[in-house]
């Protein structure tokens, strides 16, 4: 009995201390969903053969955050991997480094090569990475799809990555190679008469529409999103500080065992919001600001985009009730035109809504009215343009890739709008965003339960929020 017993005990902490041990292969995902991107990509490359590269570790104590084209194709998250994909043999190979049992004795286990990894991945064959020194002379000749553009991992996006690359090159101190350039070079050395071919356009197209898997992960993104909105309206008060609003997201995110942010915090109170891209973070929150409350997190690799703004002391001034009161009009009227089609066809039907809602509209404050009728004519302007669009795509980057998009909407596309209402010579700047998914019906709109209502957002702001020493 006591042997029994002792047996017993054993097995049941080998359970609870495996079930403890850190994931080896994502969560987020099952790996048919990541097979299925391979074999789509293997469709389109012929005999050619994918060679791509992912993430290195850092030189900081910070958490491994894999690539984001290495991700979509294998959900592997492990630092140095090489991935190939083989159009001629039909075969896909992922190279992980050896197992660090002295690492792995500090930080946790991680995936290395062998048959688990092959059967946690759903990849045929998982090698040593050293092998790939023994491949590499054997593509010579061939055809190579890897990915140009560099990569991009926490808060990255392809435009600010594309920026940096372009200051690095100007920068005559810092005229590095990138990552994938070198990549390149040392794949010309060791194969002679390899042929490069660019293979971010595939992947982007692929990533333009969304799987449902992919939209359920973006819905949670959004939610936490909108959780630190409505958190951050019941908190806020002036003397607080923007950084103080910042810290409520960061809060709620991690609460939720997100990754951390998807870009950094727009918290911009008062004069600040007239900087669209504000980050500062050091004001503090006056009596009669409207306070700009942009973020979100990075969840599951999947991201989101969402902004609200508030009153500081909790209650719109009757100028800025008539301000903001147009503006959600004129938002109102674009989010209800849309659905599946031209982007043209549906800036025409909302700029017909805005019209109306102009003329039907009581303004007291001249420059209100001019703030309104420039938006409403700047829609105007863009109903010609065949390849207008109404926002900036969302998926695994904030600003993500869009080689999918022609100027038409199609279900599984998912975008916010974030239209300004500005006046520059007061420095007066309005703006909302919501993360919009097309339907073949019409839309989803993802964070429509934090409001944009002037009634209901002063209701919120009445209720008990998490800040300490909250004065109204």
Known sequence: MKTLFCASVSAALLTISLAAQPPLFTTAMPKEEFAARRARVMEQIGDGIVVMQGATETAAYEKFRQSTQFYYLTGVETPRAILTIDGKSKTTTLYLNPTNERMERTEGPLLGPGAQAEALTGIEHVAPRDEFLKVAPTLGGRTVYTT????????????REAAHAAARKADP????????????????????????????PILDTMRTIKSPREIALLRESSRLAGLAMMEAMRAAHPGMYEYEIEAIGDYVFKSHNAFGPAYFALVAAG?????????????????????????????????????????????????????????????????????????????????????AAMTSYR??????????????????????????????????????????????????????????????????????????????AGYENMSSFVPVDPDAIEKLMAEEGMAAGRKR
């Open 148 to 159: 140009f553009r560099g990569e991009t991992g926490e808060a990255g996006t392809p435009d």
């Open 363 to 440: 303004f007291t404050n001249p420059k209100n009215r001019e703030a309104a009728a420039r938006f409403v004519d700047g829609y105007r302007s863009r109903i010609s343009n065949p390849r207008a669009s109404l926002g900036h795509m969302v998926g695994l980057e904030t600003h993500d890739v869009a080689a999918g998009f022609d100027g038409e909407y199609k279900p599984g596309m998912v975008f916010t709008i974030e239209p300004a209402l500005t006046i520059p010579d007061d420095r007066v700047y309005i703006r909302l965003e919501d993360m919009l998914l097309i339907t073949p």
């Open 173 to 200: 101190w810092d005229q590095r190679p990138s990552r994938e350039d070198w990549f390149m070079t040392r794949l010309r050395e060791k194969a002679p008469g390899v042929e490069f071919k660019n293979l971010d």
């Open 271 to 355: 004069r600040n919001a007239a900087w669209p891209h504000y980050h500062a973070a050091q004001a503090q929150l006056k009596d009669g600001d409207l306070v700009l409350f942009d973020y979100a997190p990075d969840y599951q690799y999947y991201t989101s985009d969402v902004t609200r703004m508030f009153p500081a002391n909790g209650h719109f001034s009757p100028d800025q009730r008539e301000l903001y009161g147009i503006y959600v009009r004129l938002y109102q009227a674009i989010m209800t035109s849309i659905r599946p089609g031209k982007a043209t066809d549906i800036l025409a039907d909302a700029v017909k809504k805005m019209d």
